[in-house]
T-cell receptor
């Protein structure tokens, strides 16, 4: 079975540019999560969706960040405009509906903002 | 609010030696408990999980963890470490009351000396 697929794997762009990260969850999974990982702050939950609906976006750092899930098989995380402090590894994860189901992670997108 | 503490930031063990990684949680009831492993450049992979029942759970790659309610702990163990086990290990908890939102510890970086 295909796991969670994220693209691109690496992104290098200049400050001020728009960045779009993409995620394809595992087929049949009801939940989708976006995380950010940095050395300073560790693994942070940014937002998560249930059945394509955002449930909790309290971790989104500021209005420059937005996330969408237009259908069950695709989600995007957008940063506009990007800043150097947004440099991090961004992970997407998905899980089944039941509370005790583990999250399955993609390999992440390593984002560098120059 | 729930929280997870991994008191050891770095641990170094010799190949073939036993390993124990500590995890303590704070939660009003018994949460769902997970251990994940992250190899360099990759996403998090589930090692094992505890929901209920037998307090000693077996996972992949020869790992096991023991849930101790009295100590609010869920320590990860392996009898004999292999060089390929060098990675970062994360303990996580999820509420039993609903929702799949995980709270992660800050991680323990494991180094294996040959």
């Amino acid at each position: 079975d295909a796991g969670v697929i994220q693209s691109p794997r690496h992104e290098v762009t200049e400050m001020g540019q728009e960045v779009t990260l993409r995620c394809k969850p595992i087929s049949g999974h009801d939940y989708l999560f976006w995380y950010r990982q940095t050395m300073m702050r560790g693994l942070e939950l940014l937002i998560y969706f249930n059945n394509n609906v955002p449930i909790d976006d309290s971790g989104m750092p500021e209005d420059r960040f937005s996330a969408k899930m237009p259908n069950a098989s695709f989600s995007t995380l957008k940063i506009q405009p990007s800043e150097p402090r947004d440099s991090a590894v961004y992970f997407c994860a998905s899980s089944l509906r039941q509370t005790n189901q583990p999250q399955h992670f993609g390999d992440g997108t390593r984002l560098s903002i120059l | 609010a729930q929280s997870v503490t991994q008191p050891d930031i770095h641990i170094t063990v010799s190949e073939g030696a036993s390993l124990e990684l500590r995890c303590n949680y704070s939660y009003g009831a018994t949460p769902y408990l997970f251990w994940y492993v992250q190899s360099p450049g990759q996403g998090l992979q589930l090692l094992l999980k505890y929901f209920s029942g037998d307090t000693l759970v077996q996972g992949i790659k020869g790992f096991e963890a023991e849930f101790k309610r009295s100590q609010s702990s869920f320590n990860l163990r392996k009898p004999s470490v292999h060089w390929s086990d060098a990675a970062e290990y994360f303990c996580a908890v999820a509420p039993t009351g609903g929702g799949n939102k995980l709270t992660f510890g800050t991680g323990t970086q494991l180094k294996v000396e040959l």
